[in-house]
């Protein structure tokens, strides 16, 4: 039967209708696409092309005229709808388990204080956006580094990576802390990128060649930090010697009237092998074996040496030692005194320009051969250059002279 004007006229707007509302539901779900991307976590973007597939076979069933293959059309839109809906929501029940399960040790650090995209935090800020900016669709490398320099590398994290990333130590997070030994065995394992902190000692390094074959680490200075020694603010010494540190640390000196205080016994407190304070102690004194150290004076965190130093009470004679900036700025330890080394008295100043005897370098280090070396050169070029280094001095250290 031969159609009429009318009737071709009818087929062809109904054509047009179709392909119009083809083209307005790919408008829509690009912009739900777009929502997901850069407003919900991207492990669901897979949702929006789920969902997009199945409008498509739903448009594709609609325009099958053989019943048959039009309901197959249509079985495969559902199945395709359904899939992705369970899918979705397997995903989220697994991102709530895991999230419930994450553990972050605040033992050092409350690192809820220094977290980034929170206007809350104490963490630095540039005053204005930074002009290195990740996206999410990057390859953002994962950060990681010990206690004293958490609320720094989470202040690089606030300028440059996109606010939409996983939580602090979440399944897929960039941003991780685990301290200076567990955060070097992930990057030895290749489970972090960058780690911020002292250079690891020979021994760590030595165990995660064992356990992952040779490897090459990159280490870049990004800025000073001094290590220093305290004791209770109630102890007369003010100031000590190398020698005399050494000494005390040997067993050489016991008692405090040895270098100018009271009748009381010397008690030197150590941290934990691998530790990052214990690190830089070994590496300023080489020729002090701490291996037979009793271990009541042995302190697994920063914070622990601090605690029992400032316990005058029941500690009297106690001496420490801890980063400048962490034991003064972090802590905030009032019971506590920073003694000076061979008569310079640490501070930003001194250890800017090194005249404080203890200065060093802290550094970010990879892996050699990282699939993810180009994004991790940008992000340390950054660092060192000079919106980074801002942020270094407005963290409490001193920047590095490039």
Excluded at 49 to 65: E, K, R
Excluded at 159 to 188: D, K
Aim: proline fraction near 4%.
């Amino acid at each position: 039967m031969k159609e009429n004007s009318s009737d071709v006229v009818l087929r062809v707007l109904a054509t047009i209708g179709k392909i119009i509302l083809l083209a307005v539901a790919g408008f829509i779900l690009g912009w739900v696409y777009y929502f997901m991307l850069y407003f919900i976590y991207p492990k669901y973007y897979f949702a929006s092309f789920g969902f997009l597939l199945a409008i498509i076979t739903l448009f594709v069933a609609w325009f099958i005229t053989n019943k048959k293959a039009r309901k197959i059309t249509l079985l495969v839109a559902l199945g395709i709808t359904v899939a992705t809906g369970l899918t979705l929501g397997g995903v989220g029940i697994a991102d709530a388990y895991h999230y419930s399960k994450i553990i972050v040790d605040n033992t050092s650090i409350d690192t809820n204080q220094y977290l980034p995209f929170d206007e809350n935090s104490k963490i630095a800020r540039l005053d204005k956006k930074a002009s290195l900016q990740f996206s999410i669709l990057d390859e953002l490398p994962v950060v990681d580094g010990a206690a004293a320099l958490f609320p720094m590398y989470s202040s690089f994290v606030n300028a440059t990576y996109p606010s939409n990333i996983e939580p602090l130590n979440a399944p897929g997070s960039p941003f991780t802390y685990n301290n200076t030994i567990g955060g070097y065995y992930n990057l030895f394992d290749g489970l972090n990128d960058v780690m911020f902190g002292a250079a690891p000692d020979e021994n760590l390094l030595e165990n995660g060649k064992e356990e992952n074959g040779d490897f090459t680490l990159n280490m870049t200075p990004i800025g000073k930090e001094g290590f220093v020694f305290f004791t209770n603010v109630n102890n007369h010494v003010d100031s000590l010697t190398m020698e005399q540190i050494r000494d005390i640390y040997n067993g050489k000196i016991t008692n405090w009237k040895e270098v100018g205080g009271t009748d009381t016994k010397i008690l030197p407190y150590i941290r934990n092998p691998g530790s990052g304070s214990q690190t830089a102690f070994d590496r300023y004194f080489p020729n002090v074996d701490t291996s037979n150290t009793p271990k009541e004076l042995i302190s697994g965190a920063m914070s622990g040496i601090i605690e029992v130093v400032s316990n005058y009470h029941n500690y009297p004679g106690a001496i420490g030692f801890s980063f400048y900036y962490y034991a003064t700025a972090l802590q905030q330890a009032n019971d506590i005194k920073i003694l000076s080394v061979n008569g310079v008295e640490p501070s930003k100043t001194t250890i800017s320009n090194e005249t404080y005897p203890m200065t060093s370098c802290f550094v970010a280090t990879y892996k050699e051969g990282n699939r993810k070396t180009k994004n991790i050169k940008k992000l340390l070029d950054w660092v060192v250059g000079p919106e980074g280094q801002e942020l270094v001095e407005k963290s409490g250290y001193a920047k590095v002279n490039l």
